[in-house]
Structure formats: structure tokens, C-alpha cells
């Protein structure tokens, strides 16, 4: 057994339990909050996250892994007081998504950012002493172009340093896990401590057997879904996965975000449109699977145990 850092300290991997490794307590800008601290109203989004938690809590829940990273808008001191106030164990990011900061781009080199992302793990972020307990990256439709690598190639030596595990955006349907996947070989991490993103945006059985013999773990992390597919659709994916004998290699999620960055009506709205909330794989996802005749051994190994070997791996 071993530990992986949360928000509130080290936790042994053997008391994650049941895990949503791909989600958001909230996403937005970086550092909007504090330079328009009056487009939030703390306390109430404090509390209506602390909510959604203990509503997951309730249902099984333990552990929820936001992988917001300091340029999609992450809060620290939210995440701290949402985990402090609903029980639920929250795992926060170092790494960077998408749009990289221009900051990087100045002839940066990727052992530079790799020294910000091991701050972030090993003395903590923003002067909190919260610590990261992931490292995140994200790639889409570009695939890793310039940017994408300096930064992917920052984080896989952060990961060599400190063993602390690497979560993706990747965009499923160009195959951009391969591509990824390369670059983090030709750095030298083991691939067991990796987990390639939105792996359920496609039905490639082709790519995702691939990823997964590499060794990598499958993010199916986009439900209920999107215009790409339904969720019905996601889940005869899993299943196929299952069948195919790597269910110890997928991992479900949503990647929610619990609230915007400001107001309540983009909160009502987002519950509007999916009711169940971070509760739709418990809810939905994995009454279904049984009926198909997963067993719920498999369904405690995508839930449970996977997250746990992955995390007690590094």
C-alpha cells in the first residue's frame, strides 16, 4: 500500500475507495477570482459544492480527483474547504491545459515548467502548502504540436522526479493518446502511471486495446456525453473493453465541473441538463453495466481498484 497526496494530506491508496477520476469542482479563468472577486459569491459556492459531495458521499463516493490545473481557473482554498466540509477525499492537479500560457512560449524549456509542476507537488501551490497529487496535460484537435510537447515533456519529467501520476486530455477520435503516449515513452515513464483522457469519445476498439497493452489506463470519463456519442453508446464501449479482458485498465467518470466560475443560473443550468450530476455513472452507468452482466467484482476493480493501482503504482 502506499500514499497519494489530497487537499487535506497524505491518504493511503487503500482508503481512496470509490473514485471519479476525471472531474471539476470548478473551471474557469486563471486568477479571475482574485482580480474580480466580485463576480463570485464564495460562501455560496463553497457550499454548493460542499452539497454535491456529500450528495455523492451519500450515494458511495470517497474520492473525487479535479483535474483543474492553475490556467483552467483551479482554487485551491476551494477545494480544501469542499473536501474539509463534505468527507470526501479531493486530489488536486499541477500541469497545464490547452491554451498554453504565454509565459512558456518565450524560449522556455521543458525542464523550467518541469521545476513549477515539482513545486506544486513537493511544497505546495499559491504559498498554501496545498499539495498536487496529479499531473495534468491536455491536447485536442491539434494533436501535440510545439506547445503541446514542451509541456507534455515538462510533466513526464516531473512524473521521473517526484512518481506523481499523469492524467490527459486527449482527443479520442485522432487517436492523439498515441501521440501522447510517444512522447511520454521516448521521456521514460512507465505507462502504467499514466491515463489517457476521453477515451469514450470513440468506439476505435483498435486504438484503445492499443493504449491499453502499452499499459496505459483508459479515462471513459465523458458522461452522460456529448453530441459524439451517447451514453448508451459510451457504455457498450466499456463493456466491449470488459469483455476483451482490461477492465483493470478503465476507469469511469464524468468530467463535471460542480459549478461556473460566477453564477447560480449557470449552476441551474448545468443540473438541468444532466439531473443526476456527478451521481449519473452511479445512478446510470453502472445499474446498466449489470444488466449486460458485469459482475460486480469488475465493476469494484473499475471503481475501487484501478483508481488505487494507479495511484499506488507511482
Known amino acids: 500500500m502506499g500514499t497519494v497526496q489530497t487537499v487535506l494530506g497524505l491518504v493511503d491508496t487503500g482508503d481512496l475507495g470509490f473514485t471519479l477520476m476525471h472531474e471539476h469542482v470548478v473551471s474557469g479563468s486563471a486568477g479571475v477570482w482574485n482580480t474580480y472577486p466580485e463576480l463570485a459569491n464564495r460562501q455560496w459556492l463553497t457550499q454548493s459544492v460542499i452539497d454535491d459531495l ?12 479535479d483535474v483543474t490545473p ?4 483551479r482554487d485551491v482554498r476551494l477545494l480544501h474547504d469542499a ?5 470526501v477525499h479531493i486530489i488536486a492537479a499541477t500541469g497545464t491545459h490547452r491554451h498554453i500560457p504565454r509565459a512558456f512560449l518565450d524560449g522556455t524549456t521543458p525542464d523550467t515548467i518541469a521545476e513549477l509542476y515539482v513545486r506544486e507537488i513537493e511544497e505546495g501551490i499559491e504559498g498554501t502548502g496545498i499539495r498536487a497529487g496529479i499531473i495534468k496535460v491536455a491536447h485536442d ?10 509541456v507534455l515533456r515538462a510533466a513526464a519529467r516531473a512524473h521521473m522526479r517526484t512518481g506523481v501520476p499523469i492524467t ?17 515513452e521516448d521521456e521514460g ?12 469519445d470513440t468506439d476505435d476498439m483498435d486504438y ?16 452522460p456525453g456529448s453530441g ?4 448508451e453508446a459510451r457504455t457498450q464501449v466499456v463493456k466491449r473493453l470488459i469483455d476483451a479482458g482490461y477492465a483493470a485498465h478503465i476507469m469511469l467518470s464524468h468530467d463535471r465541473r460542480l459549478c461556473g466560475p460566477n453564477t447560480r443560473q449557470n449552476r441551474m443550468e448545468r443540473r438541468g441538463n444532466n439531473p443526476d450530476g456527478i451521481n449519473f455513472v452511479t445512478r446510470r452507468v453502472l445499474p446498466r453495466l449489470r444488466e449486460l452482466g458485469v459482475s460486480n467484482e469488475v465493476i469494484h476493480q473499475v471503481m475501487v481498484d484501478s483508481p488505487r493501482q494507479y495511484f499506488e503504482d507511482s
Open 54 to 65: 456529500r450528495e455523492a458521499a451519500s450515494e458511495g463516493l470517497h474520492t473525487f480527483v
Open 70 to 73: 492553475f490556467d483552467l481557473g
Open 83 to 87: 473536501s474539509e466540509g463534505s468527507g
Open 141 to 150: 484537435q491539434e494533436g501535440v504540436d510545439g506547445p503541446g510537447e514542451l
Open 168 to 184: 490527459t486530455h486527449s482527443y479520442a477520435q485522432s487517436r492523439v493518446g498515441n501521440d501522447q503516449v510517444a512522447i511520454l
Open 189 to 200: 515513464v512507465d505507462l502504467r502511471k499514466v491515463y489517457i483522457g476521453h477515451s469514450n
Open 208 to 223: 484503445l486495446v492499443g493504449l491499453c497493452r502499452k499499459g496505459c489506463y483508459l479515462g471513459m470519463d465523458r458522461y
Open 228 to 231: 459524439v456519442m451517447d451514453w
